[in-house]
Each structure stands twice: as C-alpha cells, then as structure tokens.
Nanobody
Framework: QVQLVESGGGSVQAGGSLRLSCVAS??????MGWFRQAPGKEREGVAA??????LYADSVKGRFTISRDNAKNTVYLQMNSLKPEDTAMYYC??????????????????WGQGTQVTVSS
C-alpha cells in the first residue's frame, strides 16, 4: 500500500523558515512534488523533482528548495523568506509513472494527507 506522510508544518512569522518532509513507504518514486491549497483556492504546484531536475512555481523561486534523500525515501521542501500568501495546506505527491518534472497535479497518482503552513504578518 502506497503511503506518503508529510510533517514539518507549523506557524511562523513572515520572513521565517520551515522545512517540510515527506516519507514514502518503502519505495523511491521517480518523480515527486509538493503542492499547496489555500482556502477557497485551487491546488497549485509548488515544486517538483525528478532525476537531477527540479521545477518551481514562479511564486516560490529563489525561496523554496526541493530535495530528496532516496536512501530514506524522503523528499523535503525547504521554505525560506515565507510570506503570508504562502499560507496553505501543503501536500506531497508521487508520480511513479513519469520521469520528468511537472507541476501538473493530474500527473501524480499518490498523495499525502497534508501538513498546514501558516505565515503571519
């Protein structure tokens, strides 16, 4: 059974940092991504990693970094210089069927339960 478990969310002030972690159960997926969804808004892709490639949404470029530790089946999202508009539920996702980076949610088959990030001004 595929399971993705996120952790690391919390409440921070603007300008602060958080690191999200996502552990995938017993399998290293070729493509992994982070998505977020704020109340009343659609889910949006934040960052993705596949092989040695990464892809970021324009809104987080230069502030967020996605990384992987395949030995631990874990993907991370380091978030720096956080802004109130980064407030959302953050989801980890896996796309075992593709070998390229994408922020299209429909390409991802498996999803975690989400971890809340709240940034106050």
């Amino acid at each position: 059974q595929v399971q993705l478990v996120e952790s690391g969310g919390g409440s921070v002030q603007a300008g602060g940092s958080l690191r999200l972690s996502c552990v995938a159960s017993g399998y290293t997926y070729s493509s992994m991504g982070w998505f977020r969804q704020a109340p009343g808004k659609e889910r949006e892709g934040v960052a993705a990693a596949s092989g040695g490639s990464t892809l970021y949404a324009d809104s987080v470029k230069g502030r967020f970094t996605i990384s992987r530790d395949n030995a631990k089946n874990t993907v991370y999202l380091q978030m720096n210089s956080l802004k109130p508009e980064d407030t959302a539920m953050y989801y980890c996702a896996a796309a075992p069927g593709i070998r390229y980076v994408t922020l299209q949610a429909v390409k991802y088959n498996y999803w975690g339960q989400g971890t809340q990030v709240t940034v106050s001004s």
